[in-house]
């Protein structure tokens, strides 16, 4: 009888060490993983995709719809300003007048745009962003002031009766040097290459 009681006094002592285990080892767990024994993230845990209050994350600025336009009109202005380079070092003849000035005026058209939606996307920042990006936005400003004066210099020239090609290409390089500081501040591939073309010798 003693036997068989001893036994069971064995086996019970076994189940309860077993039990304390694998509670200890559950408990440990937990706490490595940051969540309640319910299986609900703790209080101290933040998801890594969570950002403080009040502050619009930076990929989602990105994906914002007028940043999208205003970085659509910016591939135009390129579109059209190698067109016209293309065209100005191609030949040691006078520019075509009609082509010059219709891919000046989609140049200034684009330009207007994209100043304009990029306003509109300044707008839907909270002040935190703002602050925490001036000194980015004091950087575009520079840009844009330097694509209007070289396209204003190129609008000039190219409504004179005999347009100098040099003078137009050397604008067009300007202007797609500052398309391309742009492109770098917003994290973008450098897909414009600016280097100054090769002239044509003029006979």
Same mark, same amino acid.
């Given at each position: 009888?003693?036997?068989? #009681?001893?036994?069971?006094?064995? #086996?019970?002592?076994? +189940?309860?060490?077993?039990?304390?285990? $694998?509670?200890?080892?559950? /408990?440990?767990?937990?706490?490595?993983?940051?969540?309640?024994?319910?299986?609900?993230?703790?209080?101290?845990?933040?998801?890594? !995709?969570?950002? *403080?209050?009040?502050?619009?994350?930076? $990929?989602?600025?990105?994906?914002?719809?007028?940043?999208?336009?205003?970085?659509?009109?910016?591939?135009?202005?390129?579109?059209?300003?190698?067109?016209?380079?293309?065209?100005?070092?191609?030949?040691?003849? *006078?520019?075509?007048? &009609?082509?010059?000035?219709? +891919?000046?005026?989609?140049?200034?058209?684009?330009?207007?745009?994209?100043?304009?939606?990029?306003?509109?996307?300044?707008?839907?920042?909270? &002040?935190?962003?703002?602050?925490?990006?001036?000194?980015?936005?004091?950087?575009?400003?520079?840009?844009?002031?330097? /694509?209007? &004066?070289?396209?204003?210099?190129?609008?000039?020239?190219? !409504?004179?009766?005999? *347009?100098?090609?040099? $003078?137009?290409?050397?604008?067009?390089?300007?202007?797609?040097?500052?398309?391309?500081?742009?492109?770098?501040?917003?994290?973008? *591939?450098?897909?414009?290459?600016?280097? +100054?073309?090769?002239?044509?010798?003029?006979?």
């Amino acid at each position: 009888m003693m036997k068989k #009681l001893s036994r069971v006094v064995s #086996l019970a002592t076994i +189940a309860v060490t077993i039990l304390l285990v $694998s509670g200890a080892a559950a /408990i440990s767990q937990q706490g490595q993983s940051g969540t309640t024994p319910s299986g609900k993230q703790s209080q101290g845990a933040m998801p890594q !995709h969570q950002h *403080p209050q009040g502050m619009m994350d930076m $990929s989602a600025m990105k994906q914002e719809p007028h940043h999208l336009l205003a970085m659509a009109y910016r591939g135009n202005l390129v579109n059209f300003a190698k067109a016209l380079r293309h065209e100005a070092n191609r030949t040691t003849k *006078p520019i075509n007048l &009609e082509f010059a000035r219709a +891919a000046v005026a989609e140049m200034k058209r684009n330009f207007d745009q994209m100043q304009q939606n990029h306003q509109d996307h300044m707008k839907t920042m909270d &002040e935190k962003m703002k602050a925490q990006m001036a000194e980015m936005m004091k950087q575009m400003d520079a840009h844009h002031a330097a /694509i209007q &004066e070289h396209l204003a210099a190129l609008d000039t020239e190219v !409504h004179t009766s005999a *347009p100098d090609s040099k $003078s137009i290409s050397n604008h067009i390089n300007e202007i797609l040097k500052q398309c391309e500081g742009m492109g770098k501040m917003n994290g973008g *591939p450098m897909e414009h290459k600016t280097a +100054a073309p090769k002239e044509h010798k003029m006979d």
